[in-house]
């Protein structure tokens, strides 16, 4: 239909009454409105956009009558709900009432001394027997208004608890009020030990759950959190699946919010086998005669190693005579940390000890006291071995009875002879240490030909070790020290020391330190030191090594590195705000003080002034031919007394 016809068709205008424009008449009888859209199409082909229109305005409609239904269906279930909910409590008694709820705020005022059960202490005879016990809700199921499944955990073991109406003991209410309670609350929990009809799928316990009696609150989780304990222990799916941690929650969310994630299982695995590592490394070494001490960290001097000062008060205790020693503390480590396997801050367990022939009788303690705790991460510790491999699929590790011991010089000629080469595609040296990737190829090479996860380089060069390290008496290129690898990388750093002191004198200057300002260091060995030697494991790495994590911050519980705290925008606050500048004293005043002649009115103190803000470079504070009135501090000058008025 042309312009021109659809005109024809619009009702005259008389001349006395309201002027319509030509646009609106088309809007009246195209659209039935008064006004057209700037999207309308008024072309002569808007007729086929018209029906267009008016299937999108019946589709409207019928979604407006729906929602209209759906609103009334959804009040008229509202009502019958309330009417539910108040039948249910005019049925329910104060005996039922009490199965349920919030407990007082736990505030230790009295102590029944009431026996709680621990999961791990469950077992199929128990069926039949009520037990109490405290867990944090897991999951919750909802099977309908009569029956909710709920999971309980406590720690690494779930429970799957069954909470059904039953007449006289569990009303509707309460089944109500537990399926909203939120996951990561703690409960207290009373109920029977029953055998499901068929296995439990998704908790730890397959053939046992708890029938509910009694539920009550002791701790509500108050926040939304960004994941649950549940959802980051879900497998990815197959396609997703990469190297490394198979999971659904990426770890950078995981360590952005730490606290949840320790709560998985995986979690509270991995650092249980991290207790297993340093309870077996203090217990191995007590039953080798040495004693735990504890030393500080502070150094009066910058040194030339990131951690490797960390061995110098150990070789101060051997000086004082105590032979054999360990430690196990915290170790802080001034290098570049932003790599898959460094940390600011590391747990080091250390020993030092007297040797009588030769440096290698360190290195066999260490060594049996590493396979100790292989032994026993697989052997006792296997369920949480089997835990972690659920998200970090890896091998068991393999070591053998005799643990292969290789020269630094074999380990370069076994690279280079592969066809190894260094990132500028050069062959590799024997007289400069290894980087990550070099060791990781050797581990490659070393497993290929011994069939062992772990064993022993020895002999690096001089350039590679810290100051202490005593020379190779054949070749003074290399040293007396070694490391310990594990999976292809290193885990363990240790050697002979130096014990003479001009030697060591000599050394420390040609690596730049000052002897003078090490001199409670010296003095052990200007008095006397036997000859000795030490070693030093880094806790979280040998961790993640051994069950494959990938990411050392994963081995660490709350792990520090470069980014651990970024910078924050404070608001400058004055040492002392009494002596602001911008609210000075007198302001506080009343009026008259204002009025008040200068000398008389309160200002502030001048050391005050400079603690705030600084001492100007014009003063004159410490001149004795100036003096400075107190009246005045404010001023930025001096002024002879003399000249003052």
Partial sequence: MSIKLA???????????????????????????????????????????????????????????????????????????????????????????????????????????????????????????????RARLHVVRRMGQKLVF??????????????????????????????????????????????????????????????????????????PIPFSVYEAELPAVEEEKIEGRRTRVPDRTRLSNRILDLRTDTSQSIFRIQSVISSYFRSTLDSMGFIEIHTPKLQGAATESGASVFSLAKQMAIASDFERVYEIGAVFRAENSNTHRHLTEYTGLDIEMAIEEHYHESLEVIDQVIKKIFEVI????????????????????????????????????????????????????????????????LGELVKEKYHTDYYIMDKFPASARPFYAMPDPNDNRFTNAYDIFVRGQEIVSGGQRIHNPIMLEERMRQMGVDPASMEEYMEGFQWGVPPHAGAGIGLERMLMLILKLGNIRLAS?????????????????????????????????????????????????????????????????????????????????????????
Avoid: C
């Fill in 150 to 223: 709920l999971v309980f955990r406590q720690q690494v073991i779930t429970l799957q608890g069954v909470l059904t109406e039953k007449k006289g003991e569990i009303s509707i209410l309460m089944i109500q009020w537990a399926e909203h309670i939120r996951v990561g609350s703690i409960l207290k929990v009373k109920g029977v030990i029953r055998k499901p009809e068929v296995p439990v799928i998704g908790t730890t316990m397959h053939d046992l759950e708890v029938h509910i009696q009694e539920i009550h609150v002791i701790v509500r989780r108050e926040e």
């Fill in 378 to 441: 697989y052997g006792k510790h296997r369920r949480e071995v089997q835990l972690i491999k659920h998200q970090f699929p890896s091998e068991d590790l393999v070591w053998l009875d005799k643990t292969p011991v290789i020269t630094f010089s074999e380990g370069i000629r076994m690279l280079n002879e592969s066809g190894w080469r260094t990132e500028d595609g050069k062959e590799l040296s024997d007289l400069e240490d290894i980087s990550t990737r070099d060791e990781i190829r």
């Fill in 557 to 645: 519980m709350f792990h520090r590195d470069p980014k651990s705290f970024p910078a924050q925008d404070q608001p400058m606050v004055l040492r002392h705000p009494e002596a602001s500048t911008l609210h000075p004293p007198w302001e506080s005043n009343s009026t008259s003080a204002n009025e008040a002649p200068l000398i008389e009115r309160k200002f502030q103190e001048l050391a005050d002034l400079i603690a705030n803000y600084g001492d100007a470079t014009s003063t004159s504070w410490f001149d004795e031919r100036f003096q400075y009135p107190k009246f005045v501090p404010q001023l930025f000058g001096w002024l002879k007394e003399e000249d003052f008025d």
């Fill in 7 to 133: 005109l024809a068709k619009i009702k005259k205008v008389s001349s006395d009454s309201e002027l319509v424009s030509p646009r609106r008449s088309i809007a009246q009888f195209m659209h039935g409105r008064d006004f057209v859209y700037s999207s309308d199409d008024t072309s002569e082909d808007s007729e086929s956009m018209s029906r267009k229109e008016l299937r999108r305005e019946t589709r409207r409609k019928a979604k407006s009558q729906s929602r209209s239904r759906a609103s009334e269906e959804s009040s008229f279930d509202l009502v019958r709900k309330k009417e539910r909910d108040e039948q249910a409590a005019k049925e329910e008694t104060d005996e039922m009432r009490a199965r349920y709820g919030d407990l007082p705020f736990m505030q230790s005022r009295d102590r029944p001394r009431q026996t709680l059960a621990k999961f791990d202490s469950i077992t199929p005879d128990m069926a039949g027997q009520e037990i109490t016990f």
